[in-house]
C-alpha cells in the first residue's frame, strides 16, 4: 500500500522555517544543503520520524513559479514506480519528471495531478521518513543541531517572530497582513491571538 511520507514548502528563507518548525515542533535536521547556483534548489530536510518535510528555496520551476511560496507538493512512498506512474497516467494524471531508465537509488518522478496539485513517487523513503510496511518504523534520528533553548520571547511571539536570528523577514513578508499578540506571559502560559490587521 501506497504511503504519504513527504511534504516540502516553498520558502523565502528556508533556513529560518526550519528553525520555526523545528523550535514549535521539536522536528529533527536530517541535512540541509546551500546555494549551489541558479537552477538548484536549496534548504533543510526535517522529520518527525515518519514524514520528510522539504523547506526549500526551489531552483527550478515545477508549475507554481519561483515566487510561489507555501506548500508545494507532496510525496507517496509506492512499492512500483513504473506500475503506479501508469496508473497515475491512466487516471489523467501528468508526468513531468520521470526516473530516467536504468536509474539507481533514490529518485523523484513528479506528476500535475487534479486542479495541478503537484506530488511525487518513489519506491525510495526520503531522509528520516518511514519505510513501507507494517509495523515498520523509521530509523532513529539524531539531532544534527544543538539542543534548543526556549525563552519566554520566542514562545511569546510564536507568530510575530518566529526566528531567534536578528536578520529573518518580518512576519508582513511571510504571512501579510496576520499579526499575534500575547497574554501575560509573566503570569499564565503564552498564547497566540492572530487576528486580521488593516
Given at each position: 500500500?501506497?504511503?504519504?511520507?513527504?511534504?516540502?514548502?516553498?520558502?523565502?528563507?528556508?533556513?529560518?522555517?526550519?528553525?520555526?518548525?523545528?523550535?514549535?515542533?521539536?522536528?529533527?535536521?536530517?541535512?540541509?544543503?546551500?546555494p549551489?547556483?541558479e537552477?538548484?534548489?536549496?534548504?533543510?530536510?526535517?522529520s518527525?520520524?515518519?514524514?520528510?518535510?522539504a523547506?526549500?528555496?526551489?531552483?527550478?520551476?515545477?508549475?507554481?513559479?519561483?515566487d510561489?511560496?507555501g506548500?508545494?507538493?507532496?510525496?507517496?512512498?509506492?512499492?512500483?514506480?513504473?506500475?503506479?506512474?501508469?496508473?497515475?497516467?491512466?487516471?489523467?494524471?501528468?508526468?513531468?519528471?520521470?526516473?530516467?531508465?536504468?536509474?539507481?537509488?533514490?529518485?523523484?518522478?513528479?506528476?500535475?495531478?487534479?486542479?495541478k496539485?503537484?506530488?511525487?513517487?518513489?519506491?525510495?523513503?526520503?531522509?528520516?521518513?518511514?519505510p513501507?510496511?507494517?509495523?515498520?518504523?523509521?530509523?532513529?534520528?539524531?539531532?544534527?543541531t544543538a539542543?534548543?533553548?526556549?525563552?519566554?520571547?520566542?514562545?511569546?511571539?510564536?507568530?510575530?517572530?518566529?526566528?531567534?536570528?536578528?536578520?529573518?523577514?518580518?512576519?508582513?513578508?511571510?504571512?501579510?497582513?496576520?499579526?499575534?499578540?500575547?497574554?501575560?506571559?509573566?503570569?499564565?502560559?503564552?498564547?497566540?491571538?492572530?487576528?486580521?490587521?488593516?
Amino acid at each position: 500500500m501506497a504511503k504519504l511520507r513527504h511534504i516540502a514548502i516553498a520558502a523565502e528563507d528556508p533556513y529560518a522555517t526550519a528553525e520555526f518548525y523545528k523550535q514549535a515542533f521539536d522536528f529533527v535536521e536530517i541535512r540541509r544543503t546551500q546555494p549551489a547556483g541558479e537552477g538548484k534548489s536549496y534548504g533543510v530536510f526535517l522529520s518527525d520520524g515518519t514524514l520528510n518535510m522539504a523547506i526549500l528555496r526551489f531552483g527550478w520551476d515545477q508549475g507554481h513559479g519561483l515566487d510561489f511560496r507555501g506548500i508545494h507538493h507532496f510525496g507517496v512512498l509506492v512499492d512500483d514506480v513504473d506500475g503506479t506512474a501508469d496508473k497515475l497516467e491512466a487516471l489523467g494524471a501528468t508526468c513531468f519528471a520521470r526516473r530516467p531508465e536504468g536509474q539507481q537509488g533514490f529518485y523523484e518522478t513528479k506528476f500535475h495531478g487534479p486542479d495541478k496539485v503537484l506530488f511525487d513517487i518513489t519506491d525510495h523513503p526520503w531522509g528520516g521518513s518511514a519505510p513501507l510496511g507494517a509495523g515498520e518504523a523509521a530509523p532513529k534520528i539524531e539531532p544534527k543541531t544543538a539542543p534548543k533553548t526556549a525563552s519566554k520571547t520566542m514562545r511569546c511571539n510564536a507568530f510575530t517572530r518566529p526566528w531567534s536570528l536578528a536578520s529573518a523577514p518580518n512576519t508582513n513578508s511571510i504571512w501579510p497582513g496576520w499579526r499575534a499578540k500575547c497574554w501575560d506571559q509573566e503570569r499564565r502560559p503564552a498564547r497566540s491571538s492572530c487576528f486580521r490587521s488593516g
